[in-house]
Structures are given as C-alpha cells and as structure tokens.
C-alpha cells in the first residue's frame, strides 16, 4: 500500500479525468491520496472528490499563493467549514497553508504581512481541532518555524522538503514529517538525495504534488498519483531498503502524522 500525502487533483490539469486518475492509482496500489484544498472557492471541489473517490481524501486551508485575492471572512468561512468537516470521515486536515517568500509578487511588505496573518490564523485553527497541518514552505523556513513555536499544533508534513538537515531536525522535534517527491529523482538533486537517504526513515512521507513536481521520466509532462510508487522505488534505492518496506514505512508514518486517515483506509 502507498499514501499520496499531498496531489491536487482538483487541478485544471486532471478536468474531468479525476475520477479516472485515482482509479490508475489504486490499480497501482496507491490506496489513499490527500487532496488539499488551495482557497475558499474549491472547499467544495476537493470535499466532493473525496467522497466520489474511495482511495481520496482532502484538507482544508488557503495557500499562499492565493492569500493576495483571499478575504479576512475566508478564515471565519473557513472555521466553519472545518467545525462541520470534523464529522467528516474523509477530512484529515488543514492545508494546504504556508509562506511562499520565492514569488516576487508575495515578497512585498504588505504581502508578507497577509501572508503571514492568514497562515498563522489557520495554525490557531489547527490548534483549536487538533488538526494535522500540511505545510508550503518556500524561502521561508524561519518564518514558518517561528510560528511554529509560537502557535502548538499536533504536528503534519513540510510538504516538498529542501531545507537543511538542521531544519530538518526542527520541524521533526515539533511533531513533522518531511514530505519527498518527484524532486528526489533527479541524479542533479545532491542535497536532496542526501536528505532523502540519511533523515531518518520514520520522519519521511511521500507524495507527488501532482500535477506539479514531476519526477525525471515524466517531466516536463504532468505529474499524476499513479507515479507514487516509482518515486518510493527512487527512495528505495537511494536507502538500500526492500522496496516493501518504504510502502510500508512511509505508509506507516503518513497514518501517525495524520490519525483520522487511520478511519477511512
Ligand atoms: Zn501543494
């Protein structure tokens, strides 16, 4: 069994193809896929695919890249939202949410202030409901950890993973794991096969970020679910360990850092 910890498979890339790509990644074992949502507009979106998938489920929360069109009552919508989704068996947490300090648009001084307004009022909602939170963390380590330690939730997953090994370290002593990909297959990526051979296995979960982040023998086509497994080949073969066991491993970890998943598979 395999866990996708982070696709979008809300995203314009997979229009009316969705139900058919999560049933190419079933048929390749990838038994459960977290969809995080991105704004207040696709709530809806990634909740109903959840439901219509059996191996699907989703989160909640607002991007940063979407911060800029975002409005304060989004966050009060979205408190809401997420009161009446903890009934909600397929709901597993808040996300996708972070700071991206990479796109010169987010960089400005009124923007970093949204930004970080918006992702630390979503911590306090994952605080609030014991949630899991899963991370966009872009130029902004210190930022995001700074909050971190500021506003205590369960813990989640540094989605797309790049820091250093000091970071690593952090984001693990507060309760994360660290999300690997499609960026891990290419032999140029030094430091990141580093990381991805030598963090501790326990501390690692896999994702795709379809359609983004292809890996090597897809790009620059889209990226899709289904790859999941060849990418915890690369990972296999990066740590010298049975293919069986990363299924197993990061499967295993994916269940601990996010529990309500343990409901639905
Ligand atoms: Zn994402």
Redesign the pocket.
Known sequence: MWIDT?C?LDAVEFASEEDAVAARAQQQNVSMIVI?A?ERNNFATVSSLAHRNSNCTYALGI?PIFVPQAKEEDLGAMRVAVEAAMNDARFVAIG?IGLDFFIPMLTTPEMREKQEFFYTEQLKIARDFGLPV?L?VRKSQDSILKYLRRIKVIGGIA??FNGSFQQAEIFIDLGFKLGFGGAMTFTRALQLRRLAATLPIESIVLET?AP?ISPAWVHPQRNSPEQLPRIGQVLAELRDMPLQAIAQITSANALAVMPRLGAVI
């Open positions: 982070h979008h995080p991105v991007h996708e899963l966009h989605h797309a970020d983004d």
